[in-house]
C-alpha cells in the first residue's frame, strides 16, 4: 500500500457522462498530481495541486477539471465523457510542490470505461 | 490485472541474467531523473533516481546510468526475478509543467523460467 488512495477503483459510464474520480494523499503530502495513462499515450501529466491552490497544468482537456479540499482530498472531474476517455487515472502525492526527491508516490489508479 | 500498454517494446530475460533497459530522453535542460516500475494493476513504483551532476547510481541490484551527451538513460538490473517482471518507465523531470515529470513510453520486461 503506498498510502495514496484512489476511488472508485473501476468505473463504467456512458459517452455524454460525467464522472469524479477521488483521491486522498499520503497522510503529510501537500501535493496531487493527476495523471492519465492510456494504451497510445503513455502516462500524460494533467494537472498538479500544492496545498489546496492550482500549481500546473498539462495536457488537460477543457472537459476536465479538479480541485483540491482543505482537507488535501483531490478530485477529478470528467464531463461529456467521449469513447477516448476511457483509461487510466493516477493520482500522485509528494511533500513539497516541486518532487524533489524520488519523485512522487502514485495510487493504483482508477480505471475508466466509456461506453 | 490491467494490461498497460499492449505495444510497448518488450524485453525478455531468463531469470538470473542481466537486463538493460534504456530510454531516450528529449530535454538536454532536464536535471533530475527517475525509473519507475509499473506492475499489472498497479501505480508505478520509484525504483531509482539519478541527478545530471551524476552518471551513474547504484541501489540494491539496479544501476541507473545516465549519458547527458546523447541524452539517454539505461536501468541495469542484476540477477533478473520473476518479481521483476512489469513495465518500466523513465521520468524527466521538466519545467515546462511547472517542474513535472515527464514519461517515456515504457518497456515491458518478461523474466522467462
Known amino acids: 500500500d503506498s498510502g495514496v488512495t484512489q476511488t472508485p477503483k473501476h468505473l463504467i459510464t456512458a459517452t455524454g457522462q460525467r464522472v469524479t474520480l477521488r483521491c486522498s494523499p499520503r497522510?503529510?503530502?501537500?501535493?496531487v498530481y493527476w495523471y492519465q495513462q492510456s494504451l497510445d499515450q503513455g502516462l500524460q501529466f494533467l494537472i498538479q495541486?500544492?496545498?489546496?491552490?492550482?500549481?500546473a497544468k498539462g495536457n488537460i482537456l477543457e472537459r476536465f477539471s479538479a480541485q483540491q479540499f482543505p482537507d488535501l482530498h483531490s478530485e477529478l472531474n470528467l464531463s461529456s465523457l467521449e469513447l477516448g476517455d476511457s483509461a487510466l487515472y493516477f493520482c500522485?502525492?509528494?511533500?513539497?510542490?516541486?518532487?524533489?526527491?524520488?519523485?512522487?508516490?502514485f495510487g493504483s489508479g482508477t480505471r475508466l470505461t466509456v461506453v | 490485472g490491467e494490461s498497460v500498454g499492449l505495444h510497448l517494446p518488450t524485453l525478455s530475460v531468463q531469470e538470473g541474467d542481466n537486463s538493460i533497459i534504456n530510454c531516450a530522453y528529449s530535454?538536454?535542460?532536464?536535471?533530475?531523473f527517475i525509473w519507475y516500475k509499473q506492475e499489472s494493476g498497479k501505480g508505478p513504483q520509484f525504483i531509482i533516481d539519478?541527478?545530471?551532476?551524476?552518471d551513474k547510481r547504484q541501489g540494491q541490484r539496479v544501476t541507473v546510468l545516465l549519458n547527458k551527451t546523447v541524452k539517454h538513460l539505461s536501468l541495469q538490473i542484476a540477477a533478473t526475478q520473476p518479481g521483476d517482471s512489469a513495465v518500466y518507465f523513465c521520468a524527466e523531470l521538466r519545467d515546462n509543467y511547472g517542474q513535472n515529470f515527464v514519461f517515456g513510453p515504457g518497456t515491458r520486461l518478461s523474466v522467462l523460467p
Open positions: 500522485a502525492s509528494s511533500v513539497a510542490p516541486e518532487p524533489v526527491s524520488e519523485g512522487y508516490t
Open positions: 495541486y500544492y496545498n489546496g491552490e492550482e500549481r
Open positions: 497522510s503529510g503530502d501537500l501535493s
Open positions: 539519478i541527478r545530471s551532476n551524476m
Open positions: 530535454n538536454s535542460a532536464s536535471d533530475y
